[in-house]
Nanobody, 120 residues
Framework: QVQLVESGGGLVQPGGSLRLSCAPS????????AAWYRQRPGQNREWLVS???????NYADFVRGRFAISMVSSENTVYLQMNNLRPEDTAVYYC??????????????WGQGIQVTVSS
């Protein structure tokens, strides 16, 4: 059973930065579309950013310019660089990876979620 392993969360002061990472537990996992979501306390999960295997990205307005998604193919890992963090960015962050095979999407996988807390 393939799992997504997330890391990089924690406590950071307002204005600080964190980088989250997400990687499948199997090396035999070709990533199609990668995305990050978050769920703030008492709210629904919300989409933040997506990146296609071709490198096209799309950001939610409220994170554009502060957050950046990237993928290192040699590591088969997706990153979310978060800068200028605000208290309202406090949430559990989830990665979502679409697995593809021979160019066709198979299914989506979710990470376990990782806590990011922005507080002084």
């Amino acid at each position: 059973q393939v799992q997504l392993v997330e890391s990089g969360g924690g406590l950071v002061q307002p204005g600080g930065s964190l980088r989250l990472s997400c990687a499948p537990s199997s090396s035999n996992f070709r990533i199609g579309v990668a995305a990050w979501y978050r769920q703030r306390p008492g709210q629904n999960r919300e989409w933040l950013v997506s990146r296609t295997s071709g490198g096209a990205t799309n950001y939610a307005d409220f994170v554009r310019g502060r957050f950046a998604i990237s993928m290192v193919s040699s590591e088969n890992t997706v990153y979310l660089q978060m800068n200028n963090l605000r208290p309202e960015d406090t949430a559990v962050y989830y990665c979502n990876l679409q697995r593809v095979q021979l160019g066709r999407p198979l299914r989506d996988y979710w990470g376990q979620g990782i806590q990011v807390t922005v507080s002084s």
